[in-house]
């Protein structure tokens, strides 16, 4: 049970990538239809991205409590 915890905690890791995945596609798509907004879209990609990391990095720090505090 301790393991499947942990692996349940993990699937937010596979959230995080997948949304940043997107989330890059939809940058470049909107930097190739307005060029002049570069910067503004980087910035926000940016932010965007550092936030998805940081969900990430927390199911992950959940799941490795999970595993020695538990186990």
Do not use: H, N, W
Not at 45 to 70: C, D, K, Q, R
């Amino acid at each position: 049970m301790i393991a499947l915890g942990a692996g349940i905690a993990a699937l937010g890791c596979l959230g995080a990538g997948i949304s940043l995945g997107i989330a890059t596609a939809k940058a470049c798509d909107a930097c190739a239809r307005q060029p002049e907004a570069d910067s503004k879209i980087m910035k926000l990609l940016i932010l965007g991205g550092a936030l998805a990391e940081a969900t990430a990095i927390y199911s992950f720090v959940i799941g490795i409590l999970i595993i020695l505090f538990l186990g």
